[in-house]
């Protein structure tokens, strides 16, 4: 086999392979993304706490979709790259959110009790009423 046959079997393999590695990557950082957004929402905590994640997931999303559409080849590893670093940054809120975001977690607690007590004292107020009658 001649060497132009070799090098342009190992770019089509090289592209192959970070076409792979980056379809994967997104996978996570897509999956990543849903779980915290649940975690979020699970706690009753507004989004906005983590406005630079999503700004960076949404700029990441749109530079991946810019590469594949313009054909970039080379771009797709530092894409790749940028992918894996937020994906372990999202991974990382999870695993020490209830340290980390403690008083995030108290605070939604607290407007949530509120909200709870205010939804009480109205049935209360309309049971008084009911009675009276």
Excluded at 27 to 47: P, R, S
Aim: no cysteine.
């Amino acid at each position: 086999m001649d060497v132009k046959t070799e090098i342009k079997r190992y770019m089509e393999n090289e592209i192959d392979l970070s076409h792979e590695n980056l379809k994967a990557a997104e996978g996570e950082l897509i999956n990543a993304m849903e779980q915290l957004v649940k975690m979020v929402q699970g706690y009753n905590i507004d989004m906005s706490h983590f406005e630079d994640q999503t700004t960076q997931y949404d700029r990441i999303l749109r530079q991946l979709k810019a590469a594949r559409n313009a054909y970039m080849f080379n771009e797709l590893k530092g894409i790749t790259a940028r992918i894996e670093l937020l994906t372990e940054e999202l991974k990382k809120i999870m695993k020490t959110f209830r340290v980390r975001h403690r008083r995030l977690i108290e605070e939604a607690a607290a407007a949530q009790s509120a909200e709870d007590g205010s939804e009480d004292e109205v049935e209360d107020e309309a049971e008084e009423d009911e009675d009276d009658e």
